[in-house]
């Protein structure tokens, strides 16, 4: 067997008695995006605020507005009309005595005392001196800014998956390698047990390997109840019930990642939380002038029908058109000062994005020197490894020949392990160390 498989010889094939299909880095991401609260809200957040860019388009095109009322008025008013020039008007057409029983005066009410009335407004917007083109660059800058923030929720859940990944195959390994001590100590075991009864050796041998032998038990223990809390960790992550059997491919990285510099040039273009910022400050800059395009004017046109229920009235119904001006001459200052406090909270975002920057690349300088360590030490524990298999082998070859003591034999055993397990975690080191790399460029 060679050297690069050794370490997951002892892995089962079935867990909770019977076979579960392998799921690979690219499955566990697929699943936990699928199932992931905090990512649904994210996608949430996003659709809500297209939304909010359609609800600011809409803002350029007609609106139709309908209204209708009931009343039921006490005391209406009366018109006052005078008739005293109508009997003098009269006299020789009629009788006097007709003429002298007309009134002076008539009053009538201007309208019914119960009755209802409807209108329908039309009003296009022609000009808002910026208003609504400020308000629709805000909508879209929030569109970018919570884009950017659910890209980052989406590589932040996967470096974590990918880091629950690793540590379930980070304690796999490490109960194998103890799986394997108990095991070779087992052999060694019986032959010193052998060893003994012919007289070879003395008692003291016989107790030395009991006493490591107990020692790697525990070890083996503690490694079989570290895997179990690890793939429950692992299926929380995933949203599925922390007893759900785990059974995970190996996963293996380029040895050497890209130049140090191209990486932090791709970092400033694609890391997500800068891209937030960015568009964030945007939104705020075209808000406050939106805000003071509230001081400029504001022109509508418009055209309405009125319909007003009343008997007095020789015209129910009313059409009208015109043009509608406001303009904004004096509010104290109130939209200028929150325009002005808005484009503060702008330029303070870029200057926390300018300072982000230069966090991503050292972030970006670290994760790249952590994956280039790992990587060294891979290849010199890959070698370390295979020289103390030939060591263990000779130790226990020169003590069944009586030219070792059991020391040096028991040594080797130790020094065999402790190779194993520097292997495995450079191994996942170094695979980790390329995720965290991936992620402080911005493209997990």
Request: no cysteine.
């Amino acid at each position: 067997m060679t050297h690069a498989r050794w370490l997951y010889a002892l892995w089962p094939l079935a867990l909770l008695g019977g076979p579960v299909q392998a799921e690979t880095l690219e499955g566990a991401w697929a699943a936990a995006l699928a199932a992931n609260p905090a990512w649904q809200a994210s996608q949430a957040n996003t659709e809500s605020s297209r939304h909010l860019v359609n609800s600011a388009k809409a803002t350029r095109w007609p609106t139709l507005s309908l209204g209708a009322v009931w009343a039921h008025h006490q005391d209406m008013p009366k018109v006052q009309t005078d008739l005293s020039g109508l009997s003098s008007g009269l006299a020789g057409l009629l009788p006097p005595q007709a003429i002298a029983r007309l009134p002076g005066s008539l009053a009538q009410p201007v309208a019914d005392d119960r009755g209802w009335a409807a209108n329908a407004t039309v009003t296009l917007p022609v000009f808002t001196s910026g208003k609504i083109s400020a308000g629709i660059r805000a909508a879209e800058a929030g569109v970018d800014a919570a884009e950017a923030a659910e890209n980052r929720a989406r590589q932040d859940l996967k470096l974590a998956v990918a880091e629950a990944y690793l540590t379930v195959l980070r304690s796999r390994a490490a109960q194998t390698v103890a799986d394997q001590l108990v095991a070779s100590l087992g052999v060694h075991q019986r032959d010193v047990g052998q060893f003994y009864r012919q007289g070879l050796v003395a008692r003291s041998d016989v107790l030395a390997v009991d006493v490591m032998l107990a020692d790697a038990r525990q070890r083996q223990i503690q490694a079989r109840h570290a895997l179990s809390l690890s793939r429950s960790a692992y299926n929380r992550l995933l949203a599925r019930p922390l007893s759900t059997p785990v059974a995970l491919d190996e996963i293996d990285w380029p040895r050497q990642a890209e130049p140090l510099p191209a990486l932090q040039d791709s970092a400033a273009q694609h890391r997500p939380e800068l891209d937030e910022l960015a568009a964030q400050s945007q939104s705020l800059h075209a808000q406050a002038r939106g805000l003071r395009a509230e001081d400029g004017p504001q022109v509508a046109l418009f055209a309405a029908h009125t319909y007003v229920q009343n008997s007095y009235l020789t015209r129910e119904h009313v059409n009208s058109a015109g043009v509608m001006i406001r303009w904004n001459l004096l509010d104290a200052g109130i939209h200028r000062e929150r325009a002005a406090a808005l484009a503060v909270k702008a330029d303070a975002l870029r200057a926390q994005r300018n300072d982000l920057a230069s966090q991503v690349a050292l972030q970006v300088e670290q994760a790249w020197s952590l994956q280039d360590e790992a990587a060294e030490r891979r290849e010199v524990a890959q070698a370390a490894l295979a020289l103390a298999d030939e060591h263990l082998t000779i130790q226990r070859d020169r003590y069944a020949n009586g030219l070792a003591i059991q020391t040096e034999v028991l040594d080797a055993q130790t020094r065999r392990a402790d190779a194993a397990r520097h292997l495995f975690n450079a191994r996942y080191d170094h695979a980790l160390a390329l995720l965290r790399l991936k992620r402080a460029t911005g493209e997990l």
